[in-house]
């Protein structure tokens, strides 16, 4: 069983900072990646950022964030992050953050390839006004 329950979405200014958290909830001590998708009005759900459970793989980051984004993970309490700098208008949409067990590598997972196999959080809204 898989629960992932979001916190920390809102709305900030153009060069504003905002740190999502997803507290995952696994019943199982098997491998999975983890990682914070987002989705805007009209557009596919599409990558972030992810990284491995056993920090086994390189992380990923979308072109778009790499830089001012950083996904991180608190291995005890289990609660991934995802800390948001410089937001720009265009990162405005909905995060949400995602965990699969069926995949051999970040690379893959975050094509979302096999997309029956994720587990979703509720997602949280993030709107960056110019």
């Known amino acids: 069983q898989v629960q992932l329950v979001e916190s920390g979405g809102g709305s900030v200014q153009t060069g504003g900072s905002l740190r999502l958290s997803c507290a995952i909830s696994?019943?199982?001590?098997?491998?999975?990646?983890m990682g914070w998708f987002r989705q805007a009005p009209g557009e596919k759900r599409a990558a972030v950022a992810a990284?491995?459970?056993?920090?086994?793989?390189?992380?990923y980051y979308a072109n778009s964030v790499r830089g001012r984004f950083t996904v991180s993970r608190d291995a005890v309490k289990n609660t991934l992050f995802l800390q948001m700098n410089s937001l720009r208008p265009e990162d405005s949409a909905t995060y949400y953050c995602?965990?699969?067990?069926?995949?051999?590598?970040?690379?893959?997972?975050?094509?979302?390839?096999?997309?029956?196999?994720?587990?979703w959080g509720q997602g949280t809204q993030v709107t960056v006004s110019s």
């Open positions: 995602g965990v699969s067990f069926k995949h051999g590598s970040v690379t893959s997972f975050v094509s979302l390839a096999g997309y029956e196999y994720y587990y």
């Open positions: 990284i491995s459970s056993r920090n086994d793989d390189r992380p």
């Open positions: 696994v019943s199982t001590s098997a491998r999975y990646h």
